[in-house]
């Protein structure tokens, strides 16, 4: 399974970017998809998960600024991130919880 992410950049603070995994597993309708995310000096949190029915979680501090979301026909994960701040500067990182496949990470870098 391949999972490639994209979307990553530079933005203000108080931007916004999307983020997009895609994914070459047959099953991904039928799996949970995660976005995590690793800035410099720190270890890597889990952002946003999305179940197979579409249900959601979200890290305390992206919760009404950040939307995951997906599309099975695309095989696709999208991570919808708003109202940008200077610490979510990180490597973003997809990944497929069942058999722990990961993405090669995108850069998401925040200026103010």
């Known amino acids: 399974v391949q999972l490639q992410a994209s979307g990553g950049g530079l933005v203000l603070t108080g931007g916004s970017l999307r983020l997009s995994c895609a994914s070459s597993?047959?099953?991904?309708?039928?799996?949970?998809m995660r976005w995590y995310r690793q800035a410099p000096g720190k270890q890597r949190e889990l952002v946003a998960s999305i179940g197979r029915l579409g249900n959601t979680s979200y890290l305390d501090t992206v919760k009404g600024r950040f939307t995951i979301s997906r599309d099975n026909a695309k095989k696709t994960v999208y991570l919808q991130m708003n109202i940008l701040k200077p610490e979510d500067t990180a490597v973003y990182y997809c990944?497929?919880?069942?058999?722990?496949?990961w993405g090669q990470g995108t850069l998401v870098t925040v200026s103010s």
């Open positions: 597993a047959r099953t991904f309708k039928a799996v949970a």
């Open positions: 990944n497929m919880p069942f058999g722990d496949y």
